[in-house]
């Protein structure tokens, strides 16, 4: 992800604005950034006095880890061709909590299983 422009210039635009030292397009030149970077720096020092930037949002911690990591190892160790919906359906029938096939996925990667099916072969 892209990383916020630093405060030290969004305060320079903020001063550069409040000393009346051209339009918000001119700064936008003048500072090498966006004329829309100018307007929402201007928008939120109005509406907040923050020059800072906002607070990017946390990342959420893995459903599955753990233990119950170990028990889906476990239970694809046991049947190795067992589906993704099977194994969601196990999980909320032995634990109480419902996931996603999604979720599920994300977890047997990180567990770094091969999701290949024993399939009869002729």
Known sequence: MPVAYSTDLRTRVIDAWTAKE?????????????????????????????????PRGATLAPTIDGELLKLV?????????????????????????????????????RLRLPRKKNTVRQ
């Open 73 to 109: 190892q476990r239970w694809v160790e046991h049947k190795p061709d067992i589906h993704l919906d099977e194994l969601c359906e196990q999980l909320e029938a032995h634990q109480g909590i419902k996931v996603s096939q999604p979720t599920m996925c994300r977890a047997l990667q």
């Open 22 to 54: 051209g339009t918000q397009a001119q700064l936008a030149e003048r500072f090498k950034v966006s004329e829309s970077f100018v307007k929402r720096v201007l928008r939120r020092y109005r509406s907040s006095g923050q020059k800072e930037a906002k």
